[in-house]
């Protein structure tokens, strides 16, 4: 791989993106792990955007050029218009209270999409992903957690 990311840090791990993303050493990009469109934040700004190609099934990221609000609006509207729920992305962040982590997932429709580019109070690392209707109205949503000991890997069903 091109690159290197220290994974076995506690918390939220921007890099594992990174890493799907990567090439392997037969020059291929990650297949068949479907990525909806994912917006990384850092520093309460748009840092990297993450998807799965519709062309080839790989895992793509855009350009820096393409990180803007209006760009970002633009796709997630485009993505969502199908969506009966209204639910058009979640935004996951992990914030320390009372000395403990404690991650929060929103679910957010287009306004609320629209409302996180001007929200003074933005976390400074986050990860916007776009909301996928599933099909039979239930969603699995997996999650993975790790240190430098433990490893944690859980599944929920809505």
């Excluded at 050493?25 to 990650?30: M, V």
């Excluded at 469109?37 to 748009?46: D, S």
């Excluded at 393409?66 to 969506?83: C, G, M, Q, Y």
Aim: proline residues 5%; hydrophobic residues 40%.
């Amino acid at each position: 791989m091109e690159g290197s990311a220290d994974i076995n840090q506690s918390g939220q791990v921007d890099q594992l993106f990174h890493l799907l993303w990567l090439r392997n050493k037969q020059q291929q990009r990650c297949q068949h792990v479907i990525i909806p469109h994912t917006v990384l934040f850092r520093f309460q700004q748009p840092a990297a955007w993450y998807f799965t190609s519709v062309q080839d099934g790989s895992l793509k990221r855009k350009h820096r050029h393409n990180l803007t609000p209006s760009h970002v609006i633009e796709i997630f509207e485009k993505a969502t218009v199908h969506n009966a729920s209204g639910i058009a992305a979640s935004f996951i962040y992990t914030e320390i209270k009372n000395g403990d982590p404690v991650t929060t997932v929103e679910f957010l429709d287009m306004d609320g999409v629209r409302g996180l580019f001007t929200r003074s109070d933005r976390p400074a690392s986050a990860c916007l992903q776009q909301f996928i209707e599933p099909p039979g109205g239930r969603n699995v949503m997996i999650r993975a957690e790790w240190s430098p000991v433990v490893r944690l890997f859980g599944s929920n069903l809505d």
